[in-house]
């Protein structure tokens, strides 16, 4: 007899990918399990600590905080030595998208285009070999959280960060909330996810040059952390600077700044979320 176990909201994959058309996106999906099995000797398909430990951390391992890379689109090219993966992109405008990184910050996907389907299928065969025998078969739900209101979504890399974040080129999809002398004022989260739109947030200490190519602009990024040597170069129109890192405390600040500065008589608080249910708050009284 088959049993199915699920386990929903199992873990947020904060991640960015490369898309032949936007370019390179942050995103935030969140992941339900379903688990088909036999149950083992302790009437179980599997203890629900075990899924956490192999299912959550093969995800969180193999693809969260990761650059996505189709690996099948045709124009993409990938060069892996190594230790290290190197990353020509070109979008279907014709522009281009250069990463250079250790081979831990990227994924590459056996697909034309990064979608929740071809993720899921790359998940499962990342899974398979780490379940036991008893589980027959497993389902993957990737979704974004639900969201009334302003969002946005960005890319971005903490160097100083001990851990992952330290990946030059990782993600979120993100809400904000804006309170304008303590009134919900939408109008500016609106603005301000339109600014922010599928937008890369550099840190000004990390913008190596900016160079033209074809009488376009490009930001060219660059800086070594624990994980090693990290580059990226990009449109610079698709990018936002600002000088500090781009932390989600530092970001929430940023915005709480700004907005004093165009409406200097009116107080502030922001709510930047970085993926899903945490982030930051600025004030500017």
């Known amino acids: 007899m088959t049993t199915t176990l699920f386990v929903n909201r199992l873990t947020v994959m904060d991640f960015s990918y490369l898309d032949p058309v936007a370019g390179l996106l942050g995103e935030s999906w969140l992941v339900d399990i379903e688990l088909d099995g036999s149950l083992d000797h302790q009437g179980m398909v599997l203890d629900f600590g075990e899924v956490k430990k192999q299912v959550k951390r093969c995800i969180d391992e193999e693809f969260d905080h990761r650059l996505l890379v189709p690996a099948r689109y045709p124009h993409c090219r990938v060069q892996q030595q190594e230790h290290r993966c190197d990353i020509h992109f070109q979008l279907a405008s014709g522009e281009t ?9 990227i994924a590459l996907i056996p697909a034309e285009k990064i979608t929740e389907e071809s993720l899921i299928r790359a998940i499962i065969d990342q899974l398979r070999p780490r379940l036991p025998d008893n589980i027959q078969e497993l389902r993957l739900r990737l979704y974004a959280e639900p969201i009334e209101g302003a ?14 974040c330290q990946r030059i080129a990782h993600g979120h999809r993100s809400r904000i909330t804006i309170y304008r002398n303590g009134e919900r004022d939408q109008a500016l989260e609106s603005a301000w996810a339109e600014r922010w739109r599928d937008i890369y947030i550099g840190t000004l200490s990390d913008l190596q040059e900016s160079v033209q190519q074809q009488g376009q602009a490009f930001y060219r990024f660059g800086y070594t952390a624990n994980q090693g040597l990290f580059r990226l170069e990009l449109p610079s129109q698709r990018c936002y600077l600002i000088d500090s890192d781009s932390t989600v405390e530092n970001l929430a600040q940023h915005i709480a700044d700004v907005l004093k500065r165009e409406h200097p008589e009116d107080t502030f608080r922001v709510e930047a979320f970085e993926g899903v249910d945490k982030g930051a708050i600025g004030h500017s009284p």
């Open 97 to 105: 998208l250069l990463h250079s990184g250790p081979n831990s910050a």
């Open 151 to 164: 969002w946005y979504r960005y890319s971005h890399g903490l160097k100083h960060h001990a851990g992952n």
